[in-house]
């Protein structure tokens, strides 16, 4: 047998191709080397860091899997790795770059005209442009299918929307918004490109937020907003909400990897407090009260990051399902923050400062397990694919 390893319980890495090696390497370095020296100011402040989806687009990380458009076409497994290790450092950065490549870019590219696509994607891919996707509103969350933002054909080549979304990540600097709305003419939800200083468009920032503060999340305000069809109007979209769906299904699946991260995140800094924290004449890592702590991470994290790369296999072969992608992207943001909340009592009373990672983490992951279909909604699509039968309403 070989030796055991604390990092890589399971030998994930054997499973991994040397290209998916060499494209999470630079990853984790960009990451560990740019981002975290930066992210407990980033947190504490509640800012926007406009350096970093320029940095992220320029180690080819925005829009990964999109082919052509300035992108770098990679496999799903290497999204996953890639958000893996931003979400190691911070949940909120991994929801800057999720919203930008799979949210937007991933609409963009889907669902847009050659000339949308043109003009966005390979401004987005740098960084230069900011994306949001606006799906939530203050009255529809996990239910989207009541969406009261709507829209109208004004007969004379453009669209006019009304209506407001809530809870909108990156909205305050976004430079363009996926705005979904329901058509007044047949009820049914349809996608549009809105972008910055159009008349009636507002976007302000929701203050003062108790979690995932190194990412700036906002509302947006649409008061009778003109758009012109041809620019803005995601014509290769189905009527209906499978068009977002299809969007979410990729920024999910980029969750299960980053949730997992944050996670291994934790039970590194807690094994090292553990062996560096006396009480007792005896390091707190030598009691079997908190070695059960760890372990129990440990074997969650490893599980979760298999289901992961099981998943990731399946989507580069097309084999996979939504169900799929919620049972791992429930399981996975559901232990993350079980065990990232069990490893804190490790640090006793340091877990309330933010000169460690894990209250942070903690905070965030909060939201990673509530945000793109709360751990509730995920069983119930997980029960409607197990019995046939829908409880949602
Ligand atoms: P339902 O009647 O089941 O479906 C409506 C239409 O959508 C299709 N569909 C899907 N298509 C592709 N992928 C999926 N995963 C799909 N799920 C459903 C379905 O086939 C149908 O198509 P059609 O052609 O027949 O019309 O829908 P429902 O209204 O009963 O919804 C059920 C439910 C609860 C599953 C759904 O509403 C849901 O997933 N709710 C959760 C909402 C959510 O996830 N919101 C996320 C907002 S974005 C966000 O949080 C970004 S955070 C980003 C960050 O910062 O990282
Ligand atoms: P609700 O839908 O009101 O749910 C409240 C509780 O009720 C939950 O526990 C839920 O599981 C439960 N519940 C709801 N329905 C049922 C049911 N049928 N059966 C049993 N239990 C049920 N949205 C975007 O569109 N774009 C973004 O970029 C975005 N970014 C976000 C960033 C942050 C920081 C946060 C906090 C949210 C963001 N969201 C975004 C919104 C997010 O997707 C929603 O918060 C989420 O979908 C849940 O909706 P809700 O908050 O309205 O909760």
Redesign the pocket.
Known sequence: FSPFSWEDPMRVEDNLSEEEISIRDNARAFCQEQLLPKVTEMYRNEVWDPTILPGLGEMGLLGPTIDGYGCAGVNNVSYGLITRELERVDSGYR?IMS?QSS?CMGAINQFGTDSQKEKFLPRMAKGELVG?????EPN????PSGMETVVEDDGDGHFVLNGS?T????SPYADVAIIWARAKWDNQVRGFLVEKGTKGFSCPPIKN?L??RA?V?GSIFLDNVRVKASDSFLSRAKPGLGAPFECLNSARFGITWGAIGALEACIAESRQYALDRKQFNKPLAGFQLQQKKIADASTEASLGLLASLQLGRAKDAGTWSPEMVSLVKRNNCGKAVEHARKLAEIFGGNAASDEYHIGRHMANLH?VN????????HG?ILGKGLTGVA???
């Open positions: 929801s919203v949210l949001c996707f606006g799906l939530t529809h969350g996990s239910d979304k809870w909108i990540s990156s937020k979690m995932l990412s999340t939201v509530t945000y793109e279909g709360t751990y509730d909604i119930l409880a949602f309403a």
